[in-house]
């Protein structure tokens, strides 16, 4: 790091600091403020807003990593760009007619106040889990890697660059969103978004520069690592424990491609439940004023969402072609001698690249879009979080609170979550990855969460009873599964080479996360179901503009004067852009 390095990253934090005073100035100290900016967020930076908070550090870090390893094989989970239009399409018509704080809220209008309860804590632990524990995490790896020498002493204990590094990007994270609330958050985001993508080009055309072109990057690597399009069960292992033992996937995929029984039929259930019924993600939306903001918002961001395919995905893959071409001596230790990506090794590609190809000055660019999206995805994160807790947990038990006391809990309660979430990251250091740990964290959440809400939505004979039977069941076998794979991560006792095998937890612990995700799924489903067509059907009165069947006129008449013909062709492009990619990877 030179002295124009830190001279880029000084500035980046000054506009952060004159961006945070300005929100403390034009806050109200209100809950409605404070959590959601006054619903006064306009399309640009709602969209802005999303992309910001979806893309955080176990992307920058995490997709690299999984490119070096994978190829392509995770940009599945990011053409899901058309869940975005779901959400603006489907969705927000109900939230902003329903004028909800969060969606356990939304929950408690459609089906009972213990439905949302249920939902809080779920959307709790999984924020803990995935984005205070990974966002940690993923910034603790860039530190050690580009600052290895630093340390810190307390007492008798000695904190090395990856401690140092993740408590210093939660400090500074948490100061701003604490003080800034919503409002804050969300216009750090957007400026934030634009240093993301900036830097994140930057390091990408400099590699292929240092490369020699696109057409080297295809010459250097196998063409599976461009392939998108794999066999349901690969040939030889019919009628084994391969299709569902995750250890052996590595055997019948090149690099762990994921198998597409998985990525058909569970990926879009984890994407749908992320980017249409997360309180993280829909937060946003529920900031614009109207419904056509919000809509014209997602279709912002769904743009923004085709971007990581080319600047995350593609930079990992650049890394290990450098790595094998011997172009970048210091990309070196990526690979083993016969030139394959060493997972361990390559979830440092994307700091790597940043130590070893990128001249003065643009280095500090892309570190500032580093810790802009580390920051920006905590900073959602911890935003999402203090309104749940606030809003949901907290004002039940004190319904006559002041508005000033409901933002102070809500700081509060991020900062216990946030320490819970430190002590997390060991589990995520035993893990195979930090993308895959992510996935198999929301694989095994999501699908209780997707089922009641898009169910829910369509289905108005579904009733109190049911979303809560399914919730219920979904999450403890979500948490079964999490209590089987955590002592294996930590290799705790006798557990270091895992259960034995034959046994009932081998076979857990070994099943392949989206096939167990779509088993939680199915299991909750048919609860839901079974449940609510066993119990006596809703009163249809309180569903009023809750679900498709009972949409007035009036609302219908009110939601199709909120969009103009320019927002669906918008939404067609993005189909298009999508399908172009699937139909340009196919090795």
Not at 72 to 88: I, K, P, T
Not at 536 to 552: K, Q
Request: with cysteine.
């Amino acid at each position: 790091m030179s002295g124009w390095d830190w001279l880029i990253i000084l500035l980046y934090f000054g506009l952060l600091l004159c961006l945070t005073w300005w929100a403390i100035r034009m806050n109200k100290d209100t809950a409605d403020d404070y959590f959601l900016a006054s619903r006064n967020l306009g399309w640009l930076i709602v969209g802005a807003s999303i992309f910001a908070s979806n893309i955080g550090s176990e992307h920058l870090v995490g997709l690299a990593g999984a490119g070096a390893t994978s190829g392509v094989a995770l940009a599945h989970y990011e053409l899901h760009a058309w869940c975005l239009l779901v959400l603006g399409w489907v969705f927000v018509p109900f939230y902003t007619r329903s004028l909800v704080y969060t969606m356990p809220e939304f929950l408690e209008r459609r089906f009972s106040p213990a439905a949302r309860w249920v939902l809080s804590i779920i959307s709790l632990v999984a924020y803990v889990l995935t984005k205070f524990a990974v966002g940690i995490f993923a910034g603790g790896v860039v530190f050690a890697t580009l600052l290895p020498d630093v340390q810190l002493r307390l007492g008798g204990a000695v904190f090395n660059s990856f401690w140092v590094g993740s408590v210093a990007v939660v400090a500074l994270t948490g100061l701003y969103t604490v003080a800034g609330g919503m409002r804050g958050v969300a216009y750090t985001e957007a400026v934030q978004t634009v240093i993301l993508v900036v830097g994140s080009v930057l390091i990408t055309a400099f590699g292929l520069i240092r490369l020699g072109g696109w057409h080297e990057l295809r010459a250097a690597l196998p063409s599976d690592m461009f392939n998108l399009w794999k066999p349901l069960i690969p040939a030889g292992v019919e009628g084994t424990w391969a299709p569902v033992k995750e250890s052996t996937r590595i055997a019948w995929y090149f690099n762990g491609n994921y198998p597409w029984l998985g990525m058909l039929f569970c990926a879009p259930i984890i994407g749908l439940w992320y980017w249409t019924t997360d309180q993280y993600i829909v937060q946003r939306a529920l900031g614009a004023p109207n419904e056509q903001q919000a809509r014209r918002g997602s279709i912002f961001a769904a743009y923004l969402k085709l971007l990581p395919v080319w600047i995350f995905i593609i930079r990992g893959m650049i890394a290990l072609a450098l790595a094998r071409t011997g172009k970048v001596p210091a990309l070196a230790s990526m690979v083993d001698a016969s030139g394959t990506a060493i997972p361990d090794a390559a979830q440092a590609a994307f700091p790597l690249m940043v130590k070893s190809i990128l001249p003065s000055g643009v280095r500090g660019l892309v570190v500032a879009g580093l810790l802009a999206a580390l920051m920006s995805s905590l900073a959602g994160a911890f935003n999402a979080c203090s309104t749940l807790f606030t809003m949901d947990l907290y004002q039940k038990f004190r319904p006559g609170v002041s508005q000033h006391q409901l933002v102070w809990t809500g700081r509060v309660a991020t900062a216990v979550m946030v320490v819970i979430g430190l002590l997390w990251i060991p589990v995520i250091q035993g893990g195979k990855g930090l993308y895959d740990y992510l996935q198999g964290v929301q694989g095994y959440l999501a699908p209780p969460i997707f089922t009641v809400f898009f169910f829910g939505v369509f289905m108005k004979r579904l009733n109190a009873r049911g979303a809560l039977a399914a919730l219920v069941v979904g999450f403890l076998l979500g948490a079964f599964r999490l209590a089987v794979d955590t002592p294996v991560s930590l290799q705790l006792g006798a557990l270091t080479h895992g259960y034995a095998p034959g046994s009932f937890l081998w076979i857990v612990n070994n099943i392949y996360f989206q096939y167990y995700s779509l088993f939680i799924f199915v299991v909750s489903a048919v609860t839901m179901l079974v449940v609510s067509y066993l119990t006596p059907a809703p009163v249809e009165e309180r569903l009023t503009g809750l679900t498709y069947a009972t949409v007035t006129a009036e609302q219908r008449q009110r939601s199709r004067a909120s969009w103009s013909r320019g927002d669906v062709i918008a939404s067609g492009v993005v189909l298009l852009l999508i399908l172009a990619a699937y139909l340009y990877f196919r090795g």
